[in-house]
Every structure is written in C-alpha cells, then in structure tokens.
C-alpha cells in the first residue's frame, strides 16, 4: 500500500530558529508535495518537486525552502521559524501521469513560540 | 486563479440521516477541471474519496456520491444515509492537469449516534 510518512509528528520550535520537517515516501512517485493546513484556509501548497534534485515553488512559498535528495525524501526547512509559520504541515507524493491519486502522510503539527 | 468554495464550519447530523456537503468551483487556467473528495479522518492523512475528471459524471465510494456539474460549476457530495465512522474532515479539490490541488476550506462532519 502507498505510504507517506511524516517526521516527527509534532514540534516546539522557537522564534527565529531553524525546523526541518521530513517526508519519507515508498510509493516510487516522482511527484512530492508540502501543503500547510490552517483555520478558515484549505490546505495551501508551500514547495513541490518533480523528482530528485528538483524543487519548485508553490502558492505559499515565501519563508519556507524545499529540498529532494532522492525520489523518496522531500524535506521542508524553515531557516528562520516565526510564529506565523505555526500550523499542520501535510507531505504528499503522486505519480507523474495526470488524474492520479495524490497520498497523504498524516500531518506534522508545528508550533513556533 | 483556481479556487474552491464549500460548505464552511461543521456539518452535524444524526446517525442514517441524509448528508450534504456543497462545493463550488471556479478554474481560469482550464475549462474543465479534474474534481476531486477527499477525506480526512482523526489522526489519519487525507486520502481520496472519489474523483470524476468527465465533465457530467458521477462519481461515488463508499455511499457517497459527487456529479460533475459543469454549467453549474458544481460538485456537491451526498451520502443518504450515514454512520458514525464518516465523522471526519471533507474537502473539495480540483487540478487543472496532473495533479496540483486547489483545496477547499474543509468541512467538518459529526455524526451523531
């Protein structure tokens, strides 16, 4: 079955400091996605990547960088972590052909304080 | 840009009762869109409930159901009759192509015993 996973599950940052939020996938997918879940907002897309070695920005992108090591990790780095930046982080891998189903890890938690 | 519209704040109706969760679309990069359901269910990823990429299709999973309306650039979802275990989050999305969501903003279900 295709499996996202999202490391950790839950974080405390302070304000002004460095957070990396990983995303593992075994899906094979050349497609990975980080969106940002907030109140009154649907999930809004910060970074993508169409496989190793590439990243592209998204709608949100400001703050935040990306990185794709290799097919299977995609990684979003908050280099200066502000309170504004506290939400649910959702990774998700796809296949490259059109109308395919996108999976979702289950979500990172982030607080910045 | 894409964007979509649906039901807003939490949806609460009792167990085998009828549901209804309204979505609307509006897509300037492409006429006719790809439309998807997805859900969300505590402590669980989003994962896809149903998708229809045909304009005046209907699609449908597990008891639910979405047609694609495109005069007017509609996808509601409704279940006839529903149970405990589909309290979760719902969201509407769309593609243009390959598959970059635009989500809606979530509704809530609670299904009352």
């Known amino acids: 079955e295709a499996a996202v996973t999202q490391s950790p599950r839950n974080k405390v940052a302070v304000t002004g400091g460095k957070v990396t939020l990983s995303c593992n996938q075994t899906?094979?997918?050349?497609?990975m996605y980080w969106y940002r879940q907030d109140t009154g907002h649907g999930l809004r897309l910060i970074h993508y990547?169409?496989?190793?070695?590439?990243?592209e920005k998204g709608d949100i992108p400001d703050g935040y960088k990306a990185s794709r090591p290799s097919q299977e990790n995609f990684s979003l780095i908050l280099e200066l972590a502000t309170p504004s930046q506290t939400s649910v982080y959702f990774c998700?891998?796809?296949?490259?052909?059109?109308?395919?189903?996108?999976?979702f890890g289950k979500g990172t938690r982030l607080t910045v304080v | 840009g894409d964007s979509v519209t649906q039901t807003e704040g939490q949806v609460t109706v009792s167990e085998s009762k009828s549901l209804i969760i309204n979505c609307t679309y509006s897509?300037?990069?492409?006429?006719?869109?790809?439309l998807f359901w997805y859900v969300r269910y505590p402590g669980e990823g989003l994962q896809l409930l149903l998708k229809?990429?045909?304009?005046?299709q209907k699609g449908s999973s597990r008891g639910f159901e979405a047609t694609y309306n495109k005069e007017a650039t509609s996808f509601h979802l409704q279940k006839a009759s529903v149970q405990e275990s589909d309290s979760a989050v719902y969201y509407c999305?769309?593609?243009?192509?390959?598959?970059?969501?635009?989500f809606g903003i979530g509704t809530r279900v609670l299904v009352r015993p």
């Open positions: 229809v990429i045909t304009a005046g």
């Open positions: 999305a769309l593609t243009p192509a390959g598959n970059k969501l635009t």
């Open positions: 998700a891998s796809g296949d490259a052909r059109a109308n395919t189903e996108v999976f």
């Open positions: 897509a300037t990069s492409i006429g006719y869109p790809n």
């Open positions: 899906n094979n997918h050349n497609n």
């Open positions: 990547s169409y496989g190793a070695g590439s990243t």
